[in-house]
């Protein structure tokens, strides 16, 4: 088999524009900088280390652009059972726009994965330019390199957790991503028409399948900003799918040390995710470089004021050489609200739960701050209801109590039990069995709820005796099986057959009724 070599020795990044006014960068495939050679297949027209998953050929580098391959080291041209394995990003010059599939059947595409609707990379011009015709389409051809990318979603969700699909930085600073290129590939493209040995068809109103990009921190979390992309959706009765070029604007991902793909579809397994194939084709990534002192500085000094439904936070101000316009408030992983003040305050959020918030300065030229971010926790001030209908049944030395349960804006976690002002029991319940008490003696009976804040219900209560120990025996006259048996110090039984039980006193309860017996 011949190959061809795509041999560059040093970095040659495309600048759109002037570099030293714009300042924008832009992923050039035809200049790689590890490995310093790409060979390519002739055959398939893919990169030949594909299926490698040495270290050497985990990282794909074009400049500052550190692409992912094979990121979780597993893969390889026979993973078991004859199968081949590989995700993350390869490089492709192949092109082919052909339909490998048919209904029920992938086998046809697993030779063929490499190619891309648009049926080749982006013509540019000298100043790396994409070429467009009068209707905007953007030209392609044969032989100029793009990204097939493979989002290995099972190893991502069940391995390590790291993104699979990750571009970052590899020079530590911070970038404003502008856009980037994206084309459908073949097999999702045909598998959404007439379905594949994995997926169906989309044929019913919603189907959908779609790209998301996000941003990556200074420290590779995930900032909680992202952009979607649909690839494909059925809506008013058709199935609508773009096999050209289409340019996505990332812009408001801010500033990012790095970005990351992942991909959603309507036809999915519960547990093994998704049915239709997840690929996708990119090029062109466009990211503007910022100086510090464009960069505003993170929020300081984050204070949160908590009361039952909601919280007030406040914060210093920011500073940029561009100037600060106002601020992106998160809370949790919900979209940003925009204000222009130094606080903001959250309404109608439920008590006793703790919420995180993250603030982000935004420059008048749309540079995202690094965020500051803290966790607050709303008050709960309200009490559980009283327990109602307190009730009890008495022996010569116990107490067995029943209640109705109490209710709590969140939740009742335990109950109190006084006997003339003194605690004797807490139990998660509403029934107790209290041992060890006087005979004929009367006792001021209480219960009072409590919920996780520690707010106490008014307590419930009545007034109790204990017996005078008169024995209830002669067990032939006993016909109905007890619920519950106690031994004289309150602990319960587990042998229910009462013929078989040692002598002793224990006390029988039917239901709401407590008996208490002699076994001699």
Request: with cysteine.
């Amino acid at each position: 088999m011949n190959k061809t070599k795509t041999m560059i020795l040093a970095a040659m990044l495309i600048i759109a524009g002037k570099i030293c006014s714009e300042e924008i960068i832009t992923l050039d495939l035809s200049s790689p900088t590890h490995p310093s050679v790409i060979e390519i297949d002739d055959e398939k027209g893919c990169w030949t280390e594909t299926y490698n998953t040495e270290d050497a050929y985990r990282t794909i580098k074009f400049g500052i652009f550190d692409l992912n391959h094979i990121p979780g080291g597993f893969g390889g041209t026979d993973v078991g059972g004859g199968m081949s394995y590989w995700d993350g990003f390869t490089i492709s010059v192949n092109g082919d726009s052909n339909d490998y599939g048919e209904p029920g059947m992938s086998d046809g595409w697993l030779p063929h994965q490499w190619g891309c609707m648009a049926g080749g990379g982006i013509k540019t011009d000298d100043n790396g330019n994409p070429i467009t015709d009068q209707s905007g389409k953007i030209s392609v051809e044969k032989g100029i390199p793009y990204l097939v990318a493979y989002w290995g979603y099972y190893m991502e969700m069940f391995g390590d957790g790291e993104p699979c699909l990750q571009i970052n930085f590899n020079d530590g600073n911070m970038y404003m991503p502008l856009g980037i290129y994206i084309n459908n590939h073949p097999w999702p493209y045909y598998g959404n028409i007439h379905g594949d040995g994995f997926a169906g068809k989309f044929d019913s109103e919603g189907d959908f399948f779609k790209l998301t990009v996000h941003g990556l921190n200074e420290v590779g979390e995930d900032t909680g900003i992202s952009v979607e992309h649909i690839l494909a959706e059925f809506k008013n009765g058709e199935l609508h799918q773009n096999p050209d070029w289409q340019y996505v604007d990332i812009s408001s991902l801010g500033a990012v040390n790095g970005i990351y793909f992942t991909m959603e579809t309507s036809n999915e397994d519960p547990v093994y995710g998704p049915n239709t194939a997840v690929y996708f084709c990119l090029d062109k990534l466009s990211v503007k470089s910022l100086t510090d002192d464009h960069i505003p500085s993170r929020p300081t000094g984050l204070l949160a004021d908590a009361h039952e439904s909601g919280f007030n936070i406040s914060w210093n101000p920011s500073t940029s050489a561009d100037g600060v316009k106002g601020y992106n408030v998160y809370l949790g992983n919900n979209s940003p609200i925009f204000t222009t003040n130094t606080n903001y305050s959250f309404q109608n959020l439920n008590p006793y739960t703790s919420y995180k918030v993250s603030v982000e300065a935004i420059s008048n030229n749309d540079f995202n701050s690094p965020k500051a971010s803290v966790t607050v926790k709303t008050t709960d001030e309200t009490p559980p209801t009283i327990p109602e209908n307190l009730s009890g049944e008495t022996t010569k030395y116990t107490m067995t109590l029943a209640w109705n349960p109490s209710t709590d804006n969140v939740k009742v976690t335990e109950y109190h039990i006084f006997l003339n002002g003194e605690r004797q029991k807490r139990v998660s319940i509403t029934q107790c069995t209290l041992t060890g008490l006087d005979p004929e003696t009367s006792y001021i009976v209480e219960v009072e709820a409590r919920d996780d804040a520690g707010n106490k219900s008014e307590k419930a209560s009545i007034i109790l005796s204990t017996t005078n120990g008169t024995i209830i025996q002669n067990l032939n006259n006993i016909q109905e099986k007890p619920t519950k048996i106690y031994n004289l110090y309150g602990a319960e039984v587990n042998n229910q057959n009462i013929s078989n039980l040692p002598k002793g006193i224990y006390i029988l309860k039917y239901k709401n009724i407590a008996r208490k017996i002699i076994i001699q």
